[in-house]
């Protein structure tokens, strides 16, 4: 059984950072692309940052040069750094693995999700 824990999220004040981290069991992911997507309230779940296999990554427009994803396929788990944060960034994030070893910006090309953790930015 593939299980996502997402870890790290907590209330900043803006201008602040957090480190989310994402822990796999049951699947090595170093095969695969993963993925971290957001939900805020009343919008939809977007993709915010994906890193293939091959360690080649992509971000939302509005999070370049402030976010970076990582990946230690040593541990299993893929890191999202947030730094200078807004309060735009409030949201539920969820890391998730690909079905393949690219990441995709549709959610539905992603085979298991985590539980999701909060951040909250204030302003």
């Known amino acids: 059984q593939v299980q996502l824990v997402e870890s790290g999220g907590g209330l900043v004040q803006a201008g602040g950072s957090l480190r989310l981290s994402c822990a796999a069991s049951?699947?090595?992911?170093?095969?695969?692309?993963m993925g971290w997507f957001r939900q805020a309230p009343g919008e939809e779940r977007e993709f915010v940052a994906g890193?293939?296999?091959?360690?080649?990554?992509r971000y939302l427009d509005s999070v370049k040069g402030r976010f970076t994803i990582s990946r230690d396929n040593a541990k299993n788990t893929v890191y999202l750094q947030m730094n200078n944060l807004k309060s735009e960034d409030t949201a539920i994030y969820y890391c998730?693995?690909?079905?393949?070893?690219?990441?995709?910006?549709?959610?539905?090309?992603?085979?298991?999700w985590g539980q999701g953790t909060q951040v909250t930015v204030s302003s």
């Open positions: 049951g699947r090595t992911i170093s095969s695969y692309g």
């Open positions: 890193i293939r296999r091959s360690a080649i990554t």
């Open positions: 998730a693995i690909s079905r393949t070893s690219d990441f995709y910006t549709a959610g539905d090309q992603y085979a298991y």
